[in-house]
C-alpha cells in the first residue's frame, strides 16, 4: 500500500533537511577552517581571515609543535590518564550498578536516592577542591580521575540495563558453581559490550576534553594535560615560553601553531569515535528503556 506525502509534510521534511544542514553547517565549518589554517603559510594568515582551503601548503605548525617537549609530554600525559581513567570509571560504574540492579539488595533504594540526589544537588567546585586537598591529591593524576569517578547518569543507565538481562542465565551459573564475581565477569560483562564501549567512549572524551580538573588541582606545569597546554598557547603572547625548547630554528606563525595544536588535541577523539559509533545509539537505548 503506497503512503501519499501531502504538501505540507513535504514542506515540513525539506524545512528540516534545510535547519539540519545549517546546524550541520556551522559546525563543521569553524573546524574545516582550523584545519586550513593549520595548514596555511604566515602571509596567507595574515591576508587572509577567512578560508577553507590554503593556496599554499605548509607543515610548519605541525613540525614545529611535534619538535617540541612540552606538547608531547603533555600529550603523553593525556593519553596515559585518558586510558587508566577510563578503565577505573567503568570498573567502579558496573561493579556499583551490577548490585544495584538486584531488587533483593537491602537498602537499594536509599542508595537509589542518594544516587539521584547527586544529580539535582553538588557541592560546588570550592568543597570538591577542598576535598581534594584534605586528600592529599593536588598535583596529582588521581586529581583528574577520582572527582568524576562515577556518573550518577551513566550509573543509573547501566543498572537499568542490567535489570533488563535474563535472569536465568544468571541462575544457571551459579548452579554450577560460579560465585557472584564470576556471574559478573563470566556472564553478564561479556552481554553488555555494547554499553561498555558507549560508556567508555563518554568517560574517554569526558577525561580528554576535562580542562577544570587539571586547572584547578595541577600547579606543576611539567604535569599539564593537552588541554592545559591547548590553553597555554592560545592565551599565551610568547610561543617560545609556552612551547619550551625545540629542534626547529623558524618559528611558524603563532596562529597556525594554535590552530595545529587544537586539531591534535581534537583528532584523536575523531579516530576513536567510529570505532564505538555502532554500539554508541544500541547501547545508550538498550539501558534506558525501563527504570
Not at 570509571?89 to 561493579?95: A, I, P, R
Not at 580521575?145 to 551513566?154: G, K, Q, R, V
Not at 598557547?233 to 596562529?255: F, H, K, M, R, Y
Amino acid at each position: 500500500m503506497s503512503v501519499h506525502t501531502s504538501r505540507s509534510e513535504k514542506a515540513l521534511d525539506v524545512t528540516n533537511a534545510l535547519v539540519l544542514i545549517a546546524l550541520g553547517l556551522v559546525t563543521v565549518v569553524p573546524f574545516i577552517f582550523v584545519i586550513a589554517g593549520s595548514f596555511a603559510t604566515e602571509s596567507e594568515l595574515t591576508a587572509r581571515p577567512f578560508f577553507l582551503w590554503p593556496e599554499q601548503f605548509t607543515t610548519a605548525s605541525y613540525d614545529f609543535i611535534l619538535s617540541t617537549d612540552t606538547f608531547l609530554r603533555s600529550l603523553l600525559v593525556t593519553v596515559g590518564v585518558t586510558v587508566f581513567g577510563t578503565l577505573v570509571q567503568l570498573l567502579l560504574t558496573f561493579t556499583m550498578a551490577y548490585p544495584l540492579s538486584k531488587r533483593y539488595l537491602p537498602g537499594r533504594t536509599l542508595i537509589l536516592n542518594l544516587v539521584v540526589f547527586t544529580m539535582v544537588f553538588t557541592g560546588g567546585m570550592i568543597p570538591t577542591f577542598l576535598v581534594v586537598k584534605s586528600m592529599g591529591l593536588l598535583d596529582s593524576y588521581w586529581a583528574l580521575i577520582l572527582p568524576l569517578a562515577i556518573s550518577p547518569f551513566y550509573l543509573i543507565i547501566v543498572k537499568n540495563f542490567f535489570q533488563e538481562l535474563p535472569e536465568e542465565l544468571q541462575q544457571a551459573a551459579k548452579v554450577d558453581g560460579c560465585s557472584e564475581i564470576g556471574v559478573f565477569f563470566r556472564i553478564v560483562l561479556p552481554l553488555s559490550k555494547p554499553v561498555l564501549a558507549t560508556f567508555a567512549l563518554f568517560y574517554a572524551v569526558g577525561i580528554w576534553n576535562d580542562f577544570m580538573s587539571p586547572l584547578l588541582y595541577i600547579n606543576d606545569s611539567s604535569m599539564w594535560t593537552l588541554q592545559m597546554f591547548v590553553r597555554q598557547v592560545t592565551s599565551s603572547a610568547s610561543l617560545s615560553n609556552t612551547l619550551g625548547q625545540t629542534n626547529l630554528d623558524i618559528v611558524p606563525p603563532e596562529q597556525g601553531v594554535q590552530f595545529a595544536v587544537i586539531v591534535a588535541a581534537t583528532l584523536p577523539i575523531l579516530i576513536l569515535y567510529p570505532f564505538l559509533q555502532k554500539h554508541f545509539a544500541k547501547g545508550i537505548l538498550i539501558g534506558a528503556v525501563k527504570g
